[in-house]
């Protein structure tokens, strides 16, 4: 079923932390998740971005990957001190294994999986990921799904989101919070 439910807050204060490849769904699967809980959803790449009054292409751009990847650290920590919100993180930040760390002492982490095929049919139209701004990107995102696959596979919770819609995704989400 594809219908939006009212809000109700559920008073647990863990954080539900969404993570998953670029395209998997974080940002609105974890707005939806805040709407339905009456809690904050919080992305840490709109905070790297507020951060450095930059938006990532042209952190990128500028100052390369590794400069990002600082900024996405500290935007993590900070998520981290927060309690009973919804954190969506960018792609890449499993990479660094200190990130992951830091959000499982306050929050259940999720990932939002899905195929490289489904990936490219979200992703194809939008232009904002430097890393997606290749000439072959299909093959870019089956390099990159297998360099990751081991740090997403350290999720709490797997829900595989290939073929449903955003209100689906977040009944299984919640359902498997509430039980774990
Ligand atoms: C990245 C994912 C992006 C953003 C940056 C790098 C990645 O976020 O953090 O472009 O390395 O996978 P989304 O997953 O929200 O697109």
Redesign the pocket.
Do not use: Q
């Given at each position: 079923m594809c219908a939006t439910s009212e809000p109700s807050d559920d008073g647990d204060p863990k954080n539900i932390v969404l993570i998953g490849?670029?395209?998997?769904g974080?940002?609105r699967v974890g707005e939806a998740l805040a709407q339905r809980l009456g809690r904050e959803s919080i992305d840490t790449?709109a905070m790297v971005e507020a951060e450095s009054g930059r938006v990532?292409s042209d952190i990128?751009a500028e100052d390369g990957e590794e400069t990002?990847r600082d900024l996405?650290s500290a935007a993590v920590e900070a998520a981290s001190a927060r309690v009973a919100v919804v954190v969506?993180l960018?792609?890449?930040?499993v990479l660094r294994p200190e990130n992951l760390a830091s959000l499982r002492k306050t929050g259940v982490v999720f990932l939002l999986d899905a195929t490289a095929e489904a990936i490219y049919d979200r992703v194809r139209d939008e232009t904002h990921?430097?890393?997606l701004n290749v000439p072959d990107p299909v093959r870019t995102i089956r390099e990159?799904l297998d360099v990751r696959r081991p740090y997403y596979a350290q999720a709490d919770v797997v829900v595989d989101t290939t073929g449903r819609c955003v209100s689906e995704i977040v009944d299984e989400v919640l359902d498997r919070y509430h039980k774990h």
């Open positions: 490849f670029m395209g998997s974080k940002t790449d990532i990128f990002f996405e969506s960018g792609g890449g930040a990921r430097p890393l990159l």
